[in-house]
């Protein structure tokens, strides 16, 4: 069946927020233990909620530090994140197209607003659906179904992109095409060991992975 629907996950796939990211955990950990994280310790919590992976860390003082982290990323948002190669035209072209297009991610509204200002992305985009939309966050399949019925979309006719195996089990698990970024943060051999339907080199390979298949 033909793909009419494309969900995005936003950061490390539309946006580059890794270095963002990184630092804003490196500031949060090492506020509240001084010396004990270094750069490669905070890659595992890139994908989870922030509520997951500070709970498992301290649950009493899990909201302390999440507004600390929120406070150092929105105040160095603009200075650190970047943008990725071919995203903006791909976009804009899907959208040309009539695709219906979403965002799904795990971070607040007013942190995804930020980034789709600053790339000028927040035009092409129907519907998004953040961590303040649901209850279950990706892998969990609530934030994609939400997106499908909000656009009136089927599954079947829907593809699911990002970075992280979050994006690419909860895009299975809600019964969409899965494509994975090989500029993950976590490695292209990351990101395809969870076998994704399509992996691509950069954004602008969806438009001829949907050409070929008669769909563009």
């Given at each position: 069946?033909?793909?009419?629907?494309?969900?995005?996950?936003?950061?490390?796939?539309?946006?580059?927020?890794?270095?963002?990211?990184?630092?804003?955990?490196?500031?949060?950990?090492?506020t509240?233990?001084?010396?004990?994280?270094?750069?490669?310790?905070?890659?595992?919590?890139?994908?989870?909620?922030?509520?997951?992976?500070?709970?498992?860390?301290?649950?009493?003082?899990?909201?302390?530090?999440?507004?600390?982290?929120?406070?150092?990323?929105?105040?160095?948002?603009?200075?650190?994140?970047?943008e990725?190669?071919?995203?903006?035209?791909?976009?804009?072209?899907?959208?040309?197209?009539?695709?219906?297009?979403?965002?799904?991610?795990?971070?607040?509204?007013?942190t995804?607003?930020?980034?789709?200002?600053?790339?000028d992305?927040?035009?092409?985009?129907?519907?998004?659906?953040?961590?303040?939309?649901?209850?279950?966050?990706?892998?969990?399949?609530?934030?994609?179904?939400?997106a499908?019925?909000?656009?009136?979309?089927?599954?079947?006719?829907?593809?699911?992109?990002?970075?992280?195996?979050?994006?690419?089990?909860?895009?299975?698990?809600?019964?969409?095409?899965?494509?994975?970024?090989?500029?993950?943060?976590?490695?292209?051999?990351?990101?395809?060991?969870?076998?994704?339907?399509?992996?691509?080199?950069?954004?602008?390979?969806?438009?001829?992975?949907?050409?070929?298949?008669?769909?563009?």
């Open positions: 069946m033909k793909i009419n629907t494309v969900l995005f996950d936003l950061d490390g796939t539309l946006i580059n927020t890794n270095e963002l990211i990184i630092s804003s955990f490196l500031h949060t950990l090492n509240y233990y001084p010396e004990t994280y270094k750069r490669e310790d905070v890659l595992p919590f890139i994908g989870p909620s922030l509520t997951e992976t500070f709970s498992a860390l301290d649950p009493e003082r899990t909201e302390e530090m999440i507004a600390c982290y929120r406070a150092y990323n929105h105040a160095n948002h603009d200075a650190l994140v970047e990725y190669e071919t995203v903006y035209e791909t976009v804009e072209a899907l959208h040309k197209q009539g695709y219906k297009l979403g965002i799904v991610t795990t971070k607040a509204r007013v995804v607003e930020m980034g789709l200002k600053l790339f992305l927040r035009k092409f985009f129907d519907v998004i659906v953040t961590i303040d939309d649901v209850t279950n966050v990706k892998p969990h399949p609530e934030p994609i179904e939400q499908l019925r909000l656009l009136d979309a089927k599954p079947e006719e829907a593809l699911m992109v990002g970075d992280n195996h979050h994006d690419i089990l909860g895009g299975r698990s809600a019964g969409t095409r899965t494509a994975a970024v090989a500029w993950s943060i976590k490695g292209r051999e990351y990101v395809a060991s969870y076998h994704p339907t399509y992996i691509l080199e950069r954004m602008s390979d969806l438009l001829g992975i949907l050409a070929e298949e008669g769909e563009v």
